[in-house]
């Protein structure tokens, strides 16, 4: 069997041209406000969509490009260009949240759905990939939400981590992202016992594998045949993530499974 490249990143290449950041004038600033990281491609694209109709949505990606495209199709919505892989003193994480927090008056909601697939055996993957795979999948997430925290705090807010089914159980060739997955529900779980008395609330989604453009690389990749019946709808994920975004006061969703029925 031969098999194909490994798949890229969730989120589209970065440029170098920026985008502007300001609130549109007019946009509703009474509006919750919901951070999305990911927010160009596959789940996140699909979340933003769905909170756009009640919040005023801060659209994540990585090109400032696609940012764009998908903040000129909203109503209420401004664009976050940062490369997560950055994410170092003075790197272009760094500079994007301290833009961002300037010009946001609160933040309701965060949803942490971008992310890296490096496949391969731990013969196999190098130790870049390790580490691409840890840095954007876990360690861009705490200092998103490092930086947010004050602003989630005073919103008594939610963050939602968007893992995987790899988050739950390991399997081969994909030791890496399976691993960073790990952490990124050790991470949630430490976050929410650590802020539950701040009221912020905080939720894993872990779905099954999904009918996304990652997905379709990756079965590439293994070299089998792709059929989109065999996954779950964005949608469907986009509704376990509205779930907990909807949750009554009293209520906290702390985790959600979703697996494709076949």
Known sequence: MTRQPPPTDLGDPPENRPLPGARRPGAGADRPVAVVTGGTRGIGLGVVRHLASTHHVVVGGRQ???????VDELADAEGFVADLSDCG????LETALAAL?????????????AGVLRPGT???LSTADWLDSLTVNVVAVAAVTRVLLPSLRAAEGLVVLVNSGSGLRATPASGAYCASKFALRALADSLREEERAQGVRVTSVHPGRVDTDMQRELVAWEGDDYDPSRHLRVESVVRAVRLAVDASADASID?????PRR
Not at 64 to 70: E, F, L, P
């Open 64 to 70: 400032a490009s696609s940012v764009a495209a998908v």
């Open 89 to 92: 003193s003075g790197g272009s």
């Open 101 to 113: 927090v300037a010009r946001l008056p609160r933040v309701d909601v965060l949803v942490h759905s």
């Open 255 to 259: 985790t959600v499974s979703v697996r």
């Open 122 to 124: 731990v013969a196999d």
